[in-house]
């Protein structure tokens, strides 16, 4: 409430600025001494008593630029991001044509993943000055928020002036290689090799788009090279054993696989692709079945995850009071795990509000003969029903 006030009457003082032709405070020692001070305690973080501090000088009378900038970086420090944007805001509105207030909103804007209000920004910011940690920064936006063109857009005009800085080109292969643009990323990684040959990222961008191609020799001769260089990472085995697989090697592909499961034992592909290795090497469905064992409990969840999966959804829209695909879902969930038989008085619920009587009371009835006499699930229902009986009554007449 103390920070919404403060921004409240520092507004005011945009909006209906007073003249001071009384003491001024924020131009006397005092405030020199009060801003020095809560320099002092926001060094130590003793942020809070900062933003006390300073909240001293924000008056409706007076507009101190120095004041609100010291309560943003307060605020920023405190993780309080929707204070700190809004002193920014109010910053810029009085001085629009400063950058930093415009590239501190943008960074803030990213971290609280506003990724339109920061694309908005970012154009407002180039359009004064270019800073290419913002050109990077809007094309980040624009990929989070799926809007492919855009982001590779900035990351075009970005490398335009860094042309060799590894993670926008890594960003912008990534989006080719989605795309299936593979030759698109293989030019991006090979203009930079020709630069550095070492570069252990983008040999490895290289040698993906080689396999995504199906060129799984070339592709091969790629993480082999890696391998032999050093590089002990899961991409270079994963990606080794899957193109010696495809070259007709299994003997090779199941070493290095299974150097890539050591390193990283969650890849439903690559236990697939070992129990495909496996039999291809000549061994019989028993030395393979582990491995598909394992995929298959990746891919497939308990039953009793996946009914806690559906009653997530079923809460989200009942929630939304879209309550048809809520029955739908709570009853696959009560189909998955009987013991939660809340689910029962949920899917009465849902009806009830759709007023479709009958199945509200078949479905409370129904949880009723499962529910703790005295519990509040239990009253809600037999409230619930005598309201439902009640309609059902009104309706026969």
Same mark, same amino acid.
């Given at each position: 409430?103390?920070?919404f006030?403060?921004?409240?009457?520092?507004?005011m003082? $945009?909006?209906?600025?007073v003249?001071?032709?009384?003491?001024? /405070?924020?131009?006397?020692?005092e405030?020199?001494?009060?801003?020095?001070?809560?320099r002092?305690l926001?060094?130590i973080?003793?942020?809070?008593?900062?933003?006390?501090?300073?909240?001293?000088?924000?008056?409706?009378?007076?507009?101190?630029?120095?004041?609100?900038?010291?309560?943003a970086?307060?605020?920023?420090?405190?993780?309080?991001?929707?204070?700190?944007?809004?002193?920014?805001?109010?910053l810029? /509105?009085?001085?629009?044509g400063?950058?930093l207030?415009?590239?501190? !909103?943008?960074? $803030?804007?990213?971290?609280?993943?506003?990724?339109?209000?920061?694309?908005? /920004?970012?154009?407002?910011?180039l359009?004064?000055?270019? $800073?290419?940690? !913002? $050109?990077?920064?809007?094309?980040?936006?624009?990929n989070?928020?799926?809007?492919?063109?855009?982001?590779l857009?900035?990351?075009?005009?970005?490398l335009e002036?860094?042309?060799?800085?590894i993670?926008?080109?890594?960003?912008?292969? =990534?989006?080719?290689l989605?795309?299936?643009e593979?030759?698109?990323?293989?030019?991006?990684?090979?203009s930079?090799?020709?630069?550095?040959?070492?570069?252990?990222? !983008?040999r490895?961008?290289?040698?993906?788009?080689y396999?995504?191609k199906?060129?799984?020799? =070339?592709?091969e001769?790629?993480?082999?090279?890696?391998?032999?260089?050093?590089?002990?990472?899961?991409?270079?085995?994963?990606?080794?054993?899957?193109?010696? @697989?495809?070259?007709?090697?299994?003997?090779?592909?199941r =070493?290095?696989?299974?150097?890539?499961?050591?390193?990283?034992?969650?890849?439903?592909?690559?236990a697939?692709?070992?129990?495909?290795v496996?039999?291809?090497?000549?061994?019989?469905?028993?030395?393979? *079945?582990?491995w598909l064992?394992?995929?298959?409990?990746m891919?497939?969840?308990?039953p009793?995850?996946l009914?806690?999966? #559906?009653?997530?959804?079923?809460?989200?829209?009942?929630?939304?009071?879209d309550f048809k695909?809520?029955?739908?879902?709570?009853?696959?969930?009560?189909?998955?795990?009987?013991?939660?038989?809340?689910?029962?008085?949920?899917?009465?619920?849902?009806?009830?509000?759709l =007023?479709? @009587? *009958?199945?509200a009371?078949d479905?409370?009835e129904?949880y009723?003969?499962?529910?703790?006499?005295?519990?509040?699930?239990?009253?809600?229902?037999?409230?619930?029903?005598?309201?439902?009986?009640?309609? /059902? #009554?009104?309706?026969?007449?």
């Amino acid at each position: 409430m103390k920070r919404f006030y403060i921004l409240l009457v520092l507004t005011m003082s $945009i909006l209906c600025p007073v003249n001071a032709s009384g003491q001024d /405070l924020n131009s006397s020692d005092e405030r020199l001494a009060i801003l020095a001070e809560a320099r002092q305690l926001k060094s130590i973080y003793k942020t809070e008593a900062a933003i006390d501090l300073l909240s001293t000088l924000a008056g409706a009378d007076s507009f101190d630029a120095d004041v609100l900038n010291e309560l943003a970086d307060c605020h920023m420090q405190a993780g309080d991001l929707e204070a700190a944007a809004s002193t920014y805001n109010l910053l810029s /509105l009085k001085d629009p044509g400063n950058v930093l207030y415009k590239v501190k !909103m943008m960074n $803030i804007a990213y971290r609280l993943k506003s990724f339109t209000a920061c694309t908005d /920004l970012g154009r407002a910011i180039l359009q004064l000055d270019t $800073i290419p940690a !913002m $050109i990077s920064l809007t094309g980040d936006a624009f990929n989070q928020m799926e809007a492919k063109d855009s982001a590779l857009a900035y990351y075009n005009l970005y490398l335009e002036l860094n042309p060799y800085s590894i993670p926008v080109l890594s960003k912008a292969a =990534k989006i080719h290689l989605d795309r299936k643009e593979y030759d698109a990323a293989h030019n991006l990684a090979d203009s930079y090799l020709q630069a550095d040959s070492t570069n252990m990222d !983008m040999r490895s961008i290289k040698g993906v788009a080689y396999y995504l191609k199906g060129d799984y020799k =070339k592709s091969e001769e790629v993480f082999q090279k890696m391998e032999d260089d050093g590089n002990d990472s899961y991409n270079v085995h994963f990606y080794l054993g899957q193109n010696q @697989w495809h070259n007709g090697k299994p003997f090779y592909a199941r =070493k290095e696989l299974l150097k890539a499961w050591q390193i990283d034992s969650s890849d439903v592909n690559l236990a697939y692709t070992m129990a495909s290795v496996i039999m291809e090497g000549g061994q019989a469905i028993d030395a393979a *079945k582990p491995w598909l064992d394992k995929a298959v409990d990746m891919i497939s969840p308990n039953p009793s995850t996946l009914a806690r999966i #559906f009653r997530e959804y079923a809460l989200g829209y009942m929630r939304s009071e879209d309550f048809k695909p809520a029955i739908d879902y709570y009853s696959k969930s009560y189909e998955l795990d009987k013991e939660s038989f809340s689910a029962l008085s949920s899917i009465g619920y849902c009806y009830e509000r759709l =007023k479709d @009587w *009958k199945h509200a009371r078949d479905y409370y009835e129904l949880y009723l003969t499962r529910a703790r006499k005295g519990s509040s699930g239990y009253n809600f229902a037999v409230e619930s029903l005598d309201y439902v009986k009640q309609q /059902l #009554f009104m309706e026969e007449k």
